[in-house]
């Protein structure tokens, strides 16, 4: 099986400006994806795609050559991951690289680890369209998530009679970790038109993405040892 690491990176951030290059414990965030995945391919077989010169250079700081300037065009706030992976397969037919899935890989989850990706991807098989790294939900649609009716009451999400959320059926979340994507699938459907998925359970520190500065707080005091794992 021949796999393509994608770490997209866009430069424009508006919630944390300069987000993926900007240091957590005296590293630039993007470096520890970058390090996760060294551990387990070949540079060769990880391509960070950015919009940014900045962000080009602070990976090539640590001698992962980054193969192109993403378009404009596929960097804007409502740009999506499968134009983005889409951009990166064409790239890397053209060089005679045709692998038969993807990991997708985040910049902003710094506390998942090599050991996370290779346990995702051992999960992933060609009769499905992906796997994915999630975390349990807090919040539950038996329990407490709510919908506004025609008339403005809330109702539950979905119907239950459970007294605490401990009794409610588990319900998983995305945590933006690791996505390992089918080559053929993502050729022919969106990534929210998939039906079989897989999910790879990450524990809630793992699962700390990075999108405000409280974010990058939790962050830097757990990799300083100030928070215990």
């Known amino acids: 099986m021949k796999y393509l690491v994608i770490i997209p990176a866009r430069g424009g951030s508006k919630g944390v400006p300069g987000k993926n290059i900007r240091l957590l414990n005296g590293k630039p965030l993007i470096h520890y994806t970058v390090e996760a995945a060294r551990s387990l391919f070949n540079d060769s077989d990880i391509c960070v795609s950015t919009d940014s010169k900045e962000i080009k250079d ?29 951009h990166a397969l064409d790239f890397y037919e053209k060089e005679g690289f045709n ?33 994915v790294s999630v975390k349990e939900s807090s919040s539950n649609p038996y329990y407490n998530l ?9 109702k539950k999400s979905k119907k239950g009679s459970y007294v605490r959320r401990q009794d409610c059926p588990p ?57 215990s794992q």
């Open 58 to 86: 602070v990976v090539e700081q640590i001698g992962l050559k980054v193969p192109f300037i993403r378009p404009k065009e596929l960097s804007q706030d409502h740009s999506g991951s499968h134009e983005v992976i889409i």
């Open 99 to 131: 692998p038969n899935a993807v990991i997708l890989l985040q910049p902003t989850s710094p506390l998942r680890t090599a050991k996370h990706i290779e346990e995702a991807v051992k999960l992933f098989g060609p009769s499905l369209d992906m796997v």
């Open 146 to 154: 709510f919908e506004e009716d025609s008339s403005g009451f809330l």
């Open 171 to 227: 319900v998983w979340e995305y945590n933006g970790a690791i996505y390992v994507i089918n080559i053929q699938s993502i050729n022919h459907k969106k990534i929210y038109e998939f039906e079989r998925i897989r999910k790879y359970e990450m524990d809630i520190t793992s699962s700390i993405d990075i999108d405000t500065e409280i974010d990058l707080l939790i962050a830097e005091s757990i990799i300083s040892g100030q928070i």
